[in-house]
C-alpha cells in the first residue's frame, strides 16, 4: 500500500527558509501529480504547489517567487522549498499523491500525516 511521509517542518524566523520533503513508499509504477497543501490555524486547507508527471509546476499566488516544487523520481520523493518565508506562511503543510500502484494497476489518492510551519521571531 502506498504511504507518504512528510518531513522537514520547523520553527523559523520570518525571511527563513525551510525545505519540506514528501516521500511516498510502496509500489508505485506511474506518478501523474504530487501536490504540497497547507492548512493555517482555523483556516480551510489550501492548494500551495503541484508538479505533474511531465514536471509542469503550479504555484498559488501567495508563494510564487519564493516557493519551489521539484520531484526526484528516483527516490519518489517530491519536495517544497520554502524562503523567505512570512508569518502568514504558518501552516499544518500536507502532501497529496495520485499514483498508479504497481502492484494493482489502481489510481491511488492520498494524504501524509502533515507537518507544521511555524513562522515567527
Known amino acids: 500500500q502506498v504511504q507518504l511521509v512528510e518531513s522537514g517542518g520547523g520553527l523559523v524566523q520570518p525571511g527563513g527558509s525551510l525545505r519540506l520533503s514528501c516521500a511516498a513508499s510502496g509500489k508505485i509504477s506511474m506518478i501523474y501529480t504530487m501536490t504540497w497543501y497547507r492548512q493555517p490555524p482555523w483556516k480551510q486547507r489550501e492548494l500551495v504547489a503541484r508538479?505533474?508527471?511531465?514536471?509542469?509546476?503550479y504555484y498559488v499566488d501567495s508563494v510564487k517567487g519564493r516557493f519551489t516544487i521539484s520531484r526526484d523520481n528516483a527516490k519518489i520523493t517530491v519536495y517544497l522549498q520554502m524562503n523567505s518565508l512570512k508569518p502568514e506562511d504558518t501552516a499544518v503543510y500536507y502532501c497529496n499523491a495520485d499514483v498508479i500502484e504497481g502492484s494493482s494497476g489502481s489510481r491511488w489518492i492520498g494524504w501524509g500525516q502533515g507537518t507544521q510551519v511555524t513562522v515567527s521571531s
Open positions: 508538479i505533474t508527471s511531465g514536471n509542469s509546476t
